[in-house]
């Protein structure tokens, strides 16, 4: 495949009243194109409302513009926290690994890290990933998916599911 | 907040039946008052059936007396096994990463733990927390999660999602 | 319980097709025989279709012929990888843990290992476990659950939830 295109979606009501000045979503659009190798399509802020993130959501995996969107916030124990519940609503396959890998990576540096509860999953062909709100959580939950994002990707764009048997090596793994 | 208001529902066919002594709930209660600094609002023993647990969660929940349920008992692989099923029936926001803690955390022990069941998620303002039957391994569990409990039931009671990222610095990391 | 009863299911486009020899389901017979002292009641290949992988579990588990059904492949990105959502329309209890171990320890080995996405859960009297389609993954995820998957089986196959307060004292773990 050629670049990983990224739609990159902060999640918090602060940030989408200007009242706050989001910090996560610059970083991770840093992170996408210097880490990833990807490029960002979209980066928009909304406020934490379920409707509102799942339209978006539906929105970004309608356009055919982008293989993975990145979301930061609303994924705590806060009343409205529902960025989770926004993405499980949109999700055909969820991928249960990615998200335990980035708490079980974060819960080396800090037990709070528990108490994110962020999912992971796949429409059609494209990969939504939720992150923490924070700048350091959010980054240090993309570093511990991205050794197997790009493979996670070039799977799912590529086709039927046992093309990878002899040909590519690396899907076996999975 | 004041101080955690915590129920804790034991859930044993024979502990309800009089023919077993609960240990695991007393254990429980203590573990409430000394470490977490909570105070144990209501202790209750029902059997094995997941209406029955599902309507005392509701109960609970909707008495407005509770910041934390903790139960135990029902989560492994037994056919009356039946307390995450009741529990997933309630809960409207999952935190998987209290689960997936206590696993972890229970599975440096004995592989056994890997059969536990047990989920956790939040019902309005109220975290419900599976743990096993067993003194020994609920006490395993819960002491997986109690450096990060706290701070958990302090951001679920405390208001709007972003009401932290000035004031709480420790909102920022989940 | 006696002798473990086994199904194994291979789930692949190619493999059904015949352009592709399956490894990973001959290779889990030998641990099921082997390490496992169970039996190999049918061993099956199916493609990647949700509809056939949910019927062929039903039928498995209605036949009252087994214990245990190991399925492999389709549990990872490509769009055709749908084991673990037919999997989850047959389980009635899932089983979290078993899948979490799993890639706990496929983790140890490669980060492709977070790209798993199978489940395990249990139906009726029967537990469910999807592994990865390569014969390397498959081996390592099912070595990984063997320290406690006879003794889940027991408790399954044995009875009520309480049974093993007193008589089974590895019971009071779960």
Redesign the interface.
Known sequence: MGRIRVGVLTI????SAGE?QDASGPLLQRMVTGLLGGEVELAVTIP?ELDAIRDKLLEWVGSDRMDLILTT??????????T??ATRQVI??????????M??AS?EV????????G?AG?RG?V?IVNL??????ARENLNA?L??LS???E??A?????????YRP?????
Chains 1, 2, 3 share one sequence.
């Not at 690396?170 to 999975?174: S, T, V």
């Open positions: 918090s009501d602060r940030a706050y934490d916030g609303g994924t705590g124990f806060a009343p409205r926290d529902v989770p519940e055909e396959r969820e991928t249960p690994g990615l998200a335990e890998a708490r079980l819960l800090t037990p709070f890290a528990m108490l994110s509860r999912v796949i062909r990969l923490p709100g924070s700048p350091k959580a998916i050794p197997a493979h996670g990707l799977l799912l590529g086709g039927g599911t046992d093309a990878g048997h002899q690396n899907k076996d793994r999975i």
